[in-house]
């Protein structure tokens, strides 16, 4: 997770700890990763991450979200502004010769139905700011996610989730140009946009003490459009990817 992820989790563990933050809710806490190195699928790897889904009135920061603002709420229904963080793709391995792509912020709104705690709908557009020369562009996300009790204290949840893009932010992690073709040896592509891709995770909640629990999450990722069809993804990637997460979290009431 990024740097900017990581000191906003310290300054909130912080202030929970040392000035008994008011009104902060949820959980926070550390894990591991087992991700693509990249959205192309070329590799796999192991990350620290931290766990985030922590509420203070209207604002929440959670791993998946990002930083959100609820600035208008009625009736189930949410929406405001939000930041997120975009990993970006270190091109070596069998990437070498293409682009490196840094590390982005998501930047745009977001509508949220959550009709009960333990279901919601939403749906966010945003754009990508802080890429190079040609990378960044616009995305979209539609998903709903669903928890359940399980028995002895364990929850479970399920969240499917469709990614969209445009051609430019598809471009900055699909596309080949002409020169990192010859770089690379991987067949020039232009990318365009579209639905990009379809996760489907699968998370659980173990109670370990009071105050801590156990988490755990799965997710399943298909390719699909034009990212799937992809010369990067063909030649060294892979349209179907998971991804495997565990952390210990510590409950905030």
């Known amino acids: ?17 040392n000035a008994n933050a008011d009104g902060l809710t949820g959980e926070a806490g550390l894990g591991l990763s087992y991700e693509p190195h990249d959205p192309t699928g070329s590799r796999y790897e192991t990350r620290p991450v931290p766990y985030l889904d922590l509420d203070w009135g209207d604002v929440s920061l959670s791993t ?35 682009r490196d792509v840094p590390d982005m912020a998501e930047v745009g709104g977001f509508v949220q139905y959550a009709p009960a705690d333990f279901w919601r709908v939403f749906v966010s557009v945003g754009q990508a700011v802080g890429g190079g020369s040609g ?52 067949r020039r592509y232009n990318a365009g946009g579209g639905l990009q891709n ?28 034009s990212a799937a069809d992809s010369s990067i993804v063909k030649a060294v990637g892979d349209t179907n990817q998971g991804e495997a997460q ?8």
């Not at 405001?80 to 010769?97: C, D, E, H, V």
């Not at 990378?135 to 949840?157: F, H, K």
């Not at 379809?198 to 459009?225: D, K, N, R, Y």
Request: glycine share 12%; with cysteine; aromatic share 12%.
């Open 246 to 253: 565990v952390a210990i979290a510590y409950t905030f009431k």
């Open 1 to 17: 997770m990024s740097r900017i992820t990581v000191a906003l989790f310290t300054a909130l563990t912080c202030l929970s700890i």
């Open 198 to 225: 379809v996760a489907l995770t699968q998370s659980f909640e173990f109670p370990l003490a009071p105050h801590w629990s156990l988490l755990t999450s799965a997710s399943w990722i298909h390719l699909t459009g």
């Open 135 to 186: 990378q960044g562009g616009v995305l979209g996300r539609v998903g709903s996610e669903v928890g359940y009790p399980l028995g002895g204290g364990v929850i479970g949840s399920t969240n499917l989730t469709a990614h969209f893009a445009d051609a430019r932010q598809t471009q900055t992690y699909f596309g080949v140009s002409s020169d990192e073709s010859q770089a690379s040896g991987i």
């Open 64 to 98: 998946d979200d990002g930083l959100t603002w609820s600035a208008f709420k009625a009736n189930g229904f949410s929406t405001g502004p939000f930041a997120n963080y975009l990993p970006g793709r270190t091109a070596n391995g069998s990437l070498r010769g293409l």
